[in-house]
């Protein structure tokens, strides 16, 4: 039997292909197709590049084989092998997955970066990668609305797109790609980049096939300022859905807490639409913290300010607002900490991080101060949490 080996993988169920981890890795062992990103045993060296920079934790995946398995095998797979019963004192001894050395790689890497995600209990089973690279779905754009005033610093649109009778079976919480025309530097066509769907499961309007996203125009964005510049009956090459952890739950008592900047708010308005309109079944509360420059840059502002108290409990930030103080999203939860507190010490709620990554360690500072305070450890709670499908980061 040949000795057992250590080999990296990639969870083809909630990797959005996103391509980050293939940009970044300096041995070019990250690969992909038009179905699975993967990783080349041959090539990997364990350099735990592209660990922090996984949005979603899917890149963090090890099993101990016998044989690697090869990039075909995992190109073919729509979920992770188990890890294989290898038998003998040599299959214990590699079974303890990573050794000292990766282990540490791995937790540095990991810092402030919420680890892996688990989909909530009563989440629905959701849709993977129906549409590839090399088939995607055509969609028409049936409107483009800016959100933001027009002296804003920043321009983020409403992008809602018609899929012509073809199914998107898209869940609150998932992402499509939105592939930009022509080809890169190289000739090659342009990957596709991902944007969270803002709408929920049934469409932004109920009962039609349409999908809505909110967009950030980027200075130099390939595909943002290709996206903000869409006009109506125009037409968008589409992948997926992605995304198979950061997904609401479909127990009514469940409580949701929401944190989020910028165009993060875009799960948020997709999981906030989604109980209002099963507000006769839903007895769980919302609550979310939304950060901005100022209410003039921040997305669904007036629209948000409408949504039903008894729905949403909404604490709109702003850090650039003329006359007040700055304020960020952590400061404000610190200010609420005795609600912050009553949900984290209930076992039905379900937190949600979406936006920045610089926002990440104020939030986890400020959960870490409020945790001490109710005489718990957060890091311990937060993986309990997230061990139960109820912690979720998706930051950028």
Same mark, same amino acid.
């Given at each position: 039997?040949?000795?057992?080996?250590?080999?990296?993988? +990639?969870?083809? %169920? +909630?990797? +959005?292909r996103c391509y980050t981890c293939e940009m970044t890795c300096p041995e070019n062992a990250i690969d992909h197709d038009d179905n699975n990103v993967v990783v080349n045993a041959e090539l990997c060296n364990f350099c735990m590049d592209c660990i922090p920079v996984c949005p979603t934790g899917s890149i963090d995946e090890w099993r101990v084989v016998n044989d690697a398995y090869s990039m075909e095998e995992q190109f073919s797979w729509s979920e992770l092998p188990e890890q294989e019963d290898?038998?003998?004192?040599?299959?214990?001894?590699?079974?303890?997955?990573?050794? %000292?050395?990766?282990?540490?790689?791995?937790?540095?890497?990991?810092?402030?970066?919420?680890g892996?995600?688990?989909?909530?209990?009563?989440a629905p089973k959701p849709t993977i990668n129906l549409y590839s690279l090399s088939k995607p779905i055509e969609a028409v754009v049936q409107g483009n609305y800016r959100l933001t005033d027009e002296g804003a610093d920043s321009d983020v649109r409403h992008i809602i797109l018609d899929f012509q009778g073809h199914p998107m079976p898209v869940l609150e919480g998932q992402s499509i790609g939105i592939i930009p025309p022509?080809?890169?530097a190289d000739g090659n066509a342009h990957l596709p980049?991902? *944007?969270?769907?803002?709408?929920?499961?049934d469409g932004e309007r109920p009962g039609y096939n349409n999908v809505s996203l909110t967009v950030k125009r980027e200075d130099k964005g390939l595909c943002s300022n290709f996206v903000c510049d869409l006009q109506k009956g125009d037409t968008v090459h589409v992948t997926g859905p992605f995304g198979a952890t950061f997904l609401l739950p479909d127990d009514p008592d469940a409580r949701i807490m929401m944190i989020c900047t910028?165009?993060?708010?875009?799960?948020?308005r997709a999981f906030t639409m989604r109980r209002h309109r099963k507000a006769g079944t839903v007895h769980g509360g919302m609550t979310m913290f939304f950060g901005a420059r100022s209410p003039e840059s921040l997305p *669904?502002?007036?629209?948000?300010?409408?949504?039903?108290?008894?729905?949403?409990? #909404?604490?709109?930030?702003?850090? #650039?607002q003329e006359g007040q103080p700055k304020e960020y999203v952590q400061d404000r939860m610190w200010t609420e900490k005795a609600s912050v507190a009553d949900m984290l010490r209930d076992k039905n709620t379900h937190v *949600? +991080?979406?936006?920045?990554?610089?926002?990440?360690?104020?939030?986890?500072?400020?959960?870490?101060? /409020?945790?001490? %305070? /109710?005489g718990q450890n957060w890091d311990e709670l937060r993986n309990t949490m997230r061990e139960e499908g109820r912690y979720h980061v998706e930051t950028y």
């Open positions: 039997m040949n000795k057992p080996l250590k080999q990296h993988l +990639i969870d083809p %169920e +909630i990797c +959005i290898l038998g003998g004192d040599e299959a214990e001894t590699g079974l303890e997955a990573l050794d %000292e050395t990766v282990a540490a790689l791995l937790a540095e890497a990991h810092k402030g970066a919420g892996k995600s688990k989909a909530p209990v009563s022509g080809t890169d980049r991902l *944007y969270s769907v803002s709408s929920p499961r910028g165009t993060g708010s875009a799960p948020m *669904y502002f007036g629209p948000l300010k409408k949504v039903p108290t008894t729905l949403l409990e #909404r604490h709109l930030v702003f850090s #650039r *949600y +991080i979406c936006g920045l990554r610089d926002m990440e360690g104020g939030v986890e500072a400020t959960f870490t101060r /409020i945790a001490e %305070e /109710i």
